[in-house]
């Protein structure tokens, strides 16, 4: 893939990273940083990507990984804590959500994001995530009830 | 607020983009993360052989009877010859002329930049240039213009690019050499050049712009080879080589590698050998030009050292098979394993631990790496991680050896273990083809 054509795919699928990346982060800038370090990575690797329709997928891909691995690093220095799995509804009940996101399990947060922020829907995140959709759904719904968000999750 | 209208209001946040994301930024922001990465590959390869290519240099200013009557027939030329001598494909074309007056000026708030030669082919372009700043204070600081971008002024098209942007020349030389490698050549050109001063960190200042021809480009060569070579049972397909004014260029196909995600064949090392020259690999900018199983190796020399008939050989294949590749470390004993035992050349070095916790970084020495080569014995992932890396001399028993230290927040570690990609040849080949190019 030529540069070119490289940075007008970015160009499209930006707002889609910075929307998945915000909620993740504490500051505009941290989700800036990860969006910059997630196109740099594809930029590096552009010429891996056989199949060029799937773009988007493999910058979102590229992203999570990044948020995953950029969190679990702000999330020390901040010394927050991700609430154990374990966790009731009610422990966070009293927090506000963007906290309250912050604090449950990697795996449900990634599941709210892609679906409420990327605008997926739940076969396109079991392809992005790479695990079966009935375990996506699962996450989705114990995620909402952590959250005390009642949604539609489809 | 409830949690539905704090939903939408955190997702009308995400709605308002930060300047940050524009398409200018971004562009700018990766290509330059991408120069200088490419830069710091490329200055490890050339670290190693620039000494060595020096002596070569003078042994044929020396010996080559053509080659010193036209550098010192021309005081110019010799300067030039002598600033490219670390590429020997350079200074053969200038020794041939290939090279063009181009006096070009550049000016903006910072400074001037002046471009007077300039030898481009097919796939390089070299510059030779020189500076001034406006800001007298800052005539003895290190601050140096760098090539942003470049453009294609009869189609309007930016140019692809990548090597040593910088347009910094050394202390006491008449002019800062430039080399990039680009994707095909460029008769008219336009360079925006910016700023950076090392002393403050914010982003390039200036903005200079130079127009100049190229002056005319020399068609490329191009041998077909398919030649198949099988080494202990790994398998390479050599199919092409073309020769440019300034280099000249290898596709190899690393049979066992197309496709997959790793490639077990690091290195590969040929050589042009004529009638009186022998001319070896060279790297660095050309690693844009990689893909999963193919590779293209770039030999230093091109059109002006052979005749008709020469033989190209591959003197060495350096080879880290797949299951060599992950090394651990258990940080309660010190031992690095990979999938066949105990890795007995990699040791901890000044390890900063308490209780089997890395308190800052994890620092391994490696008593096989060759001396010279900076520690390039992991993978890019690790490379991240560096934060120190050199030589240093066993006071016991002399040995010299290269150690890496790495953030240990930038580690996959996990129950006390730590797991490293490793980057370093296990089987050095020397497979001894040859083939006659005619």
Known sequence: MRDTEFFEKVSNVKNKLYRIAYPYFESESMAVDAVDEAIYRGYVKRKQLKEPEYFDTWMVRILINVCNTGYQKAKRIATAEEVPESIAPSDIDNIPLREALRKIPVKYREVVMLKYFGGYKVAEIAMLINVPQGTVATRLSKALKLLRLELNED | ?438
């Open chain 2, 1 to 438: 607020m409830d949690r539905i209208n704090e939903l939408n209001k955190l997702m009308e946040e995400c709605d308002s983009i930060p300047k940050a994301l524009s398409d200018d930024n971004i562009i700018r922001t990766v290509k330059r993360r991408a120069f200088k990465h490419n830069a710091a590959k490329a200055a490890r390869t050339l670290a190693g052989t620039i000494a060595v290519l020096l002596i070569v240099f003078m042994v044929g200013v020396n010996t080559s009877h053509a080659f010193s009557k036209a550098v010192s027939d021309i005081p110019v030329l010799k300067m030039l010859a002598r600033l490219v001598s670390f590429n020997k494909g350079y200074t053969d074309a200038i020794n041939h002329k290939y090279v063009t007056e181009v006096f070009a000026v550049g000016e903006d708030d910072i400074g001037t930049i002046y471009v007077d030669y300039v030898m481009a082919d097919e796939r390089s372009i070299v510059l030779f240039s020189n500076t001034k700043i406006k800001d007298k204070s800052k005539s003895d600081a290190r601050g140096y213009f760098c090539i942003e971008r470049m453009w294609d002024t009869d189609t309007g098209e930016e140019i692809e690019f990548a090597g040593f942007v910088s347009m910094q020349k050394e202390e006491n030389e008449e002019y800062c050499v430039t080399s990039l490698a680009w994707d095909c050549y460029h008769k008219n050109v336009m360079i925006e050049a910016k700023y950076y001063d090392p002393e403050d960190d914010s982003q390039g200042k200036g903005n200079a712009v130079i127009c100049f021809k190229t002056g005319e480009c020399l068609e490329t060569r191009e041998y077909n080879i398919y030649e198949l070579i099988d080494i202990d049972g790994y398998k390479y397909e050599v199919t092409a080589l073309r020769m440019y004014p300034m280099s000249t260029e290898i596709d190899v196909t690393l049979l066992d590698d197309v496709d997959t995600d790793y490639e077990q064949t690091l290195d590969m090392e040929f050589y042009l050998q004529g009638n009186n020259e022998l001319r070896k690999k060279t790297d660095g900018v050309t690693a844009w030009l990689y893909d999963n199983g193919h590779k293209t190796f770039v030999i230093e020399s091109g059109y002006y050292v052979f005749d008709d008939e020469f033989v190209l050989g591959l003197e060495r294949v350096d080879i880290l098979p797949r299951e060599y590749r992950e090394v651990t470390l258990d940080l309660e004993t010190g031992v690095f394993t990979d999938a066949f035992g105990i890795v007995d050349y990699w040791e901890l070095y000044d390890l900063e631990a308490v209780d089997g916790q890395l308190v800052n970084s994890l620092c391994i020495k490696n008593t096989k790496a060759e001396e010279g080569v900076m520690s390039d014995f992991l993978n890019s992932k690790e490379l991240d991680a560096v934060i120190g890396c050199g030589s240093a001399t066993d006071y016991e028993d002399g040995t010299v050896f290269e150690y890496v230290c790495l953030d240990k927040d930038k580690l996959d570690i996990n129950d006390g273990i730590v797991t490293l990609i490793r980057d370093e040849a296990i089987y050095i080949k020397h497979p001894e083809w040859e083939t006659v190019i005619r």
